[in-house]
């Protein structure tokens, strides 16, 4: 099986900075990553796809980049609203395993 | 619009059942892969399981042999049997379209093996 490690686990940061999450899998999967924000009691929703692509949307301040084993998830400018816990997933072979979580606070 | 509503969650005792349903609206999920993920409270998301566009399904490890993901196309509605509960199977439930990546989640139900 494929493991994801996300990094950091938590984050304080303010309205206004730029943040870098980063996902590492355990093997090569081909950009196939996708990026989730979940925010309490709701649901996740799609921000990204096969690494870097943006889902129909998604505010252009969320971007991805990435190739092989490492992926980053960068927000340029937070956004009061962008406070909330993300998680990403390979998609590359079952089972389609999700990262931990990172948890961004506001600072 | 695309929707999906699950339900069917609800209290168990360990080693019970449950099916879960997932309707869906908006699109037809015999064309599409759907997905099943869970989250225990306060715990991270949990990938459980896959149907492809024909009859191929996937599990995770910590449910194969005790699960089983179906559909019903004139139903257009997705199910999640669940049998031998454990209390590490305590969740919210999520259905959801696609598997690489899930583009529309349902807002889940909460399955609780308790005694």
């Known amino acids: 099986d494929i493991q994801m490690t996300q990094s950091p686990s938590s984050l304080s940061a303010s309205v206004g900075d730029r943040v870098t999450i980063t996902c590492r899998a355990s093997?090569?999967?081909?950009?196939?990553l996708a990026w989730y924000q979940q925010k309490p009691g709701k649901a996740p929703k799609l921000l990204l796809y096969?690494?870097?692509r943006l889902e129909s949307g998604v505010p252009s301040r969320f971007s991805g980049s990435g190739s092989g084993t490492d992926y980053t998830l960068t927000i340029s400018s937070l956004q009061p609203e962008d406070f909330a816990t993300y998680y990403c997933?390979?998609?590359?072979?079952?089972?389609?395993?999700f990262g931990q979580g990172t948890k961004l606070e506001i600072k | 619009e695309v929707q999906l509503v699950e339900s069917g969650g609800g209290l168990v005792q360990p080693g019970g059942s449950l099916r879960l349903s997932c309707a869906a609206s908006?699109?037809?999920?015999?064309?599409?892969?759907m997905s099943w993920a869970r989250q225990a409270p306060g715990k991270g998301l949990e990938w459980v399981s896959v149907?492809?566009?024909?009859?191929?399904?996937y599990y995770a490890d910590s449910v194969k042999g005790r699960f089983t993901i179906s559909r019903h196309n004139s139903k257009n509605t997705l199910y999640l049997q669940m049998n031998s509960l454990r209390a590490e199977d305590t969740a919210m439930y999520y259905c959801?379209?696609?598997?690489?990546?899930?583009?529309?989640w349902g807002q889940g139900t909460l399955v609780t093996v308790s005694s």
């Open positions: 149907i492809d566009s024909g009859v191929s399904t």
């Open positions: 959801g379209r696609g598997a690489g990546p899930i583009d529309y």
């Open positions: 096969v690494a870097s």
């Open positions: 997933q390979q998609y590359y072979s079952t089972p389609y395993t």
């Open positions: 093997q090569g999967i081909s950009n196939s």
């Open positions: 908006g699109f037809t999920v015999s064309s599409q892969y």
